[in-house]
């Protein structure tokens, strides 16, 4: 089974930047891709950036494009997601999800609070 493990939210000041990490165990995620989701109050989850596991390819929502970045540490089954420039409308519940490509979310994190102060 898969368990997901994030790490890394917290508080920062507009225009500051945070990392979060999100640690993968229970297997191999060759098959695999990797998503940011996030959630701010009375909103929808939505997707923020992905990552297919073995082919490196990423995908970004418009509003995060050339301010975040996701990667991933096959040694460390770890997937990041480097913020930069953050905006108080980025202030949310940022969930880190699994899937194999193709299919559906199917694993999902406990989620980390990021805030960002204007």
């Known amino acids: 089974q898969v368990q997901l493990v994030e ?4 508080l920062v000041q507009a225009g500051g930047s945070l990392r979060l990490s999100c640690a993968g165990s229970g297997r191999t995620f060759s098959n695999y891709a990797m998503g940011w989701f996030r959630q701010a109050p009375g909103k929808e989850r939505e997707i923020v950036a992905s990552i297919r596991w073995t082919a490196g390819n990423t995908y970004y929502v418009d509003s995060v ?4 970045t996701i990667s991933r540490d096959n ?6 997601l480097q913020m930069n420039s953050l905006k108080p409308e980025d202030t949310a519940i940022y969930y ?11 694993s999902w994190g ?7 102060s204007s």
């Open 110 to 116: 406990q989620g980390t609070q990021v805030t960002v």
């Open 75 to 80: 040694a460390k089954n770890t997937v990041y």
């Open 96 to 106: 880190c999800a699994a899937g194999i490509v193709g299919g559906t979310w199917t």
């Open 7 to 10: 790490s890394g939210g917290g």
């Open 65 to 68: 494009k050339g301010r975040f």
